[in-house]
C-alpha cells in the first residue's frame, strides 16, 4: 500500500517555473515506477511523465519534453517534477501516481498505476 501526497503547485506567470514534489509512504518506495500525470476543466487526464524505480529510465509527453525534468530520491521517498518555461495550456490539476514495479518500466497509461495522489492545481497566466 503507497499513499501519496503532491504539494508545491501555485499560480505562475507564463514563462515562469514550479517544482512539484509528490512524497510517498511505505517501505517498498523504490520498488515502484512513478508517473506525474495532468487534468485541464472539461478534459481528460493525461500523461506528463515518468520515471522507473532506479531513476534510470524516463519518458515524457511530447507537449513537455525539453520544459519538465521528472527525477526521484528513493531515499527520501520523494518524487518531483520541474517544470520550466511554462505555458498557459500547462494549466490543469497535477496528479501523482504509482505502480509496483522494479524494472526500468516507464508505463504512460493511466490504467497501469495503482495508486494516486489527491493532486495540486498549478495556474499559468498569460
Known amino acids: 500500500q503507497v499513499q501519496l501526497v503532491e504539494s508545491g503547485g501555485g499560480l505562475v506567470h507564463a514563462g515562469g517555473s514550479l517544482r512539484l514534489s509528490c512524497a510517498a509512504s511505505?517501505?517498498?518506495?523504490?520498488?515502484?515506477?512513478m508517473g506525474w500525470f495532468r487534468q485541464a476543466p472539461g478534459k481528460e487526464r493525461e500523461f506528463v511523465a515518468a520515471?522507473?524505480?532506479?531513476?534510470?529510465?524516463?519518458a515524457y509527453a511530447d507537449s513537455v519534453k525539453g520544459r519538465f525534468t521528472m527525477s526521484r530520491d528513493n531515499a527520501k521517498n520523494t518524487v518531483y517534477l520541474q517544470m520550466n518555461s511554462l505555458k498557459p495550456e500547462d494549466t490543469a490539476v497535477y496528479y501523482c501516481a504509482a505502480v509496483y514495479y522494479s524494472g526500468n518500466y516507464v508505463p504512460a497509461r493511466i490504467a497501469s498505476y495503482n495508486y494516486w495522489g489527491q493532486g495540486t492545481q498549478v495556474t499559468v497566466s498569460s
Open positions: 511505505g517501505r517498498t518506495f523504490s520498488s515502484y515506477a
Open positions: 520515471i522507473s524505480w532506479s531513476g534510470g529510465s524516463t
